[in-house]
Nanobody, 120 residues
Framework: QVQLEESGGGLVQAGGSLRLSCAAS????????MGWFRQAPGKERDFVAG????????NYADSVKGRFTISRDNVKNTVYLQASSLKPEDTAVYYC?????????????WGQGTQVIVSS
């Protein structure tokens, strides 16, 4: 089992920035591919960004390309999501996830989520 704890959410004005963090604990001897998803009220949970175990490969949803950056620190067992130029439509609960390395649309473990609210 892997436990994931997100932090860094909050209220920010449009155009502002936030850095979300996801700390992993438990079975962290294996280095996993990691990702961020988000779920807005009344909508499905969508993929935002993913990063492979080494950090050399990343992938982003079209809606956040050029504005969000995913990174990781394997020594600290932590994954980050730097979100910049935020828009009201970025408002959602952001979830950290351990991804299935063969299919990033599949999630092995979820965090509890952190709320991001972007005011206009």
């Amino acid at each position: 089992q892997v436990q994931l704890e997100e932090s860094g959410g909050g209220l920010v004005q449009a155009g502002g920035s936030l850095r979300l963090s996801c700390a992993a604990s438990g079975r962290t001897g294996t280095i996993y591919d990691m990702g961020w998803f988000r779920q807005a009220p009344g909508k499905e949970r969508d993929f935002v960004a993913g990063i492979n175990w080494s950090g050399r490969f990343t992938n982003y949803a079209d809606s956040v390309k050029g504005r969000f950056t995913i990174s990781r620190d394997n020594v600290k067992n932590t994954v980050y999501l730097q979100a910049s130029s935020l828009k009201p439509e970025d408002t959602a609960v952001y979830y950290c996830a351990v991804l299935d390395s063969s299919d990033w649309s599949k999630v092995r473990y979820w965090g509890q989520g952190t709320q991001v609210i972007v005011s206009s």
